[in-house]
């Protein structure tokens, strides 16, 4: 078996009715805690976006900043962090947004971006798109070209992709 032909599935656990009922969570942490898995992963997620030619990697928090940091340095970029409020020090740039019960905030440092950079919002999973989409807007609020976004996972009936403007690069889909 070559390392193209290797599932990544195989080493991502589902979890039924976490964090609430009805819920299946994909739990990376077991793709991450094998190290020739994990290696895969960072490889061909590379391969996915180094097409773009990126100058910065944006990571949404906190399951995001573990896929953005290794691309980062295969990459040579740059990373910074999409963080809740009163998470980053310095003065920061917010984008507020709605979720299906409620809303949410990201922040990012008002220095962070170079307007002008190009730059890839990196999570671990695509699912309704919303964080994703609230990530592109505030990115674009402080001056970057967003290229694309990449995650591990997307789970397709969700149709999240659909709420991006942006090519999306994921390495492992599901239908449920």
Request: proline fraction near 5%; aromatic fraction near 6%.
């Amino acid at each position: 078996m070559t390392t193209s032909t290797i599932d990544l599935k195989q080493y991502i656990r589902g979890i039924p009715d976490f964090p609430k009922p009805g819920i299946l969570f994909y739990d990376i942490s077991t793709l991450m805690r094998n190290a020739d898995a994990w290696q895969i992963a960072m490889g061909r997620l590379t391969a996915a976006v180094a097409p773009w030619s990126v100058d910065m990697l944006a990571a949404i928090e906190s399951r995001g900043f573990l896929t953005a940091a290794p691309l980062a340095s295969r990459l040579g970029c740059g990373l910074v962090m999409l963080r809740k409020p009163g998470k980053l020090p310095g003065q920061t740039v917010s984008y507020d947004y709605d979720l299906e019960y409620g809303q949410d905030s990201l922040h990012i440092q008002a220095d962070a971006i170079v307007p002008g950079q190009r730059v890839v919002v990196m999570d671990d999973l695509l699912a309704t798109g919303g964080t994703l989409a609230a990530s592109i807007a505030l990115l674009r609020k402080v001056g970057a070209e967003v290229v694309g976004a990449a995650t591990l996972i997307e789970i397709r009936s969700l149709e999240g992709r659909d709420r991006l403007d942006v090519p999306v690069k994921t390495l492992v889909s599901y239908d449920d």
